[in-house]
């Protein structure tokens, strides 16, 4: 179940299935943006991550980050489901689960019948209220996983976790950007560059337009407020700048976004 519908909600699922639906899963990237969480239900199988292999055993899964190649090295008795989704409420619920770029699989999660979750989302629907409902459902499942396996509390952590606190604090701040986070926090530009794109699988600059962007879907939901309003809501000051960064991350222009979200 693919689709290329329009990001409606802070949280959208992409597509979902098993192996036994495709055999175009053994090799590819993820896209920006997205992550592709990988449940195996019967068997185990070899998962190589940007050149690192991890195995991935019975009731046991791995999260891909945006931008990673993989490659599934499958057997006849491989069973697995997966599910790709994106969205700002993705990177911040995947930030707090103890899947990481370097670490990215987690063991048994031994929930009866938590595959059937991965067969729920419709991805191929325009609905808005099924957009809400696939979104829920992916919530549900995550929510599993924080309960069984919340991020390891360790100090790097401590500071991707203050700068994501200031900078959803001070994201509508025109003038908010990276060198203002690394002074708040009184560390190294570059190691928290590095930092933060190895916990997240994004960079912090990246992490700000997403955090206005998201916020800026809600807001053209509005239709009372011009696109320059919602633009300097979210900290753009200049409305092309702003409707082209938004273009970028969700593939449509600020107006096309409220065109559809009413057609």
């Given at each position: 179940?693919?689709?290329n519908?329009m990001?409606h909600?802070?949280?959208i699922?992409?597509?979902?299935?098993?192996?036994?639906q495709?055999n175009?899963?053994h090799?590819?990237?993820?896209?920006?943006?997205?992550?592709?969480?990988f449940y195996?239900?019967?068997?185990?199988?070899v998962?190589?991550v940007?050149?690192?292999s991890?195995l991935v055993?019975t009731?046991?899964s791995?999260?891909i980050f945006p931008?990673?190649?993989?490659e599934i090295?499958?057997a006849d008795s491989l069973k697995f489901?997966?599910?790709e989704?994106s969205?700002f409420?993705?990177?911040?619920f995947v930030s707090?689960?103890?899947?990481t770029?370097?670490?990215?699989?987690?063991?048994?999660l031994?929930?009866?019948d938590f595959e059937?979750l991965?067969?729920?989302?419709d991805?191929?629907?325009n609905?808005?209220?099924?957009k809400?409902?696939?979104g829920a459902?992916i919530?549900l499942?995550?929510?599993?996983?924080?309960?069984?396996?919340p991020g390891?509390?360790r100090?790097?952590?401590r500071?991707?976790?203050?700068?994501?606190l200031?900078?959803?604090a001070?994201?509508n701040?025109?003038?908010?950007?990276?060198n203002m986070?690394v002074?708040h926090?009184k560390?190294d530009?570059?190691?928290f560059y590095?930092?933060?794109?190895?916990?997240?699988?994004?960079s912090?600059?990246d992490?700000i337009?997403?955090q206005?962007?998201?916020?800026a879907e809600?807001?053209l939901?509005d239709?009372r407020?011009?696109?320059?309003?919602?633009a300097?809501s979210?900290?753009?000051?200049?409305?092309m700048?702003?409707?082209r960064?938004?273009k970028?991350?969700n593939?449509?222009?600020p107006?096309?976004?409220?065109?559809y979200?009413?057609?």
């Amino acid at each position: 179940m693919n689709s290329n519908s329009m990001n409606h909600v802070d949280l959208i699922c992409l597509s979902s299935g098993n192996n036994l639906q495709t055999n175009s899963l053994h090799a590819e990237t993820v896209a920006f943006s997205s992550y592709k969480l990988f449940y195996i239900y019967r068997g185990s199988c070899v998962v190589n991550v940007n050149g690192t292999s991890h195995l991935v055993e019975t009731d046991c899964s791995i999260m891909i980050f945006p931008f990673q190649k993989y490659e599934i090295e499958q057997a006849d008795s491989l069973k697995f489901f997966w599910i790709e989704f994106s969205g700002f409420a993705a990177a911040a619920f995947v930030s707090q689960l103890d899947f990481t770029v370097t670490s990215p699989t987690v063991g048994r999660l031994n929930k009866e019948d938590f595959e059937l979750l991965f067969d729920y989302p419709d991805c191929s629907t325009n609905a808005v209220y099924e957009k809400y409902r696939n979104g829920a459902v992916i919530l549900l499942m995550l929510s599993f996983y924080l309960e069984m396996f919340p991020g390891k509390y360790r100090k790097e952590n401590r500071y991707v976790y203050s700068a994501k606190l200031y900078i959803e604090a001070n994201f509508n701040n025109p003038e908010l950007n990276v060198n203002m986070v690394v002074k708040h926090l009184k560390i190294d530009r570059s190691y928290f560059y590095r930092l933060f794109k190895n916990e997240t699988g994004m960079s912090p600059v990246d992490y700000i337009n997403r955090q206005r962007i998201s916020r800026a879907e809600l807001l053209l939901s509005d239709i009372r407020m011009s696109i320059k309003d919602v633009a300097f809501s979210v900290g753009y000051t200049d409305q092309m700048y702003f409707s082209r960064v938004f273009k970028r991350l969700n593939g449509h222009t600020p107006t096309q976004f409220r065109k559809y979200m009413y057609t």
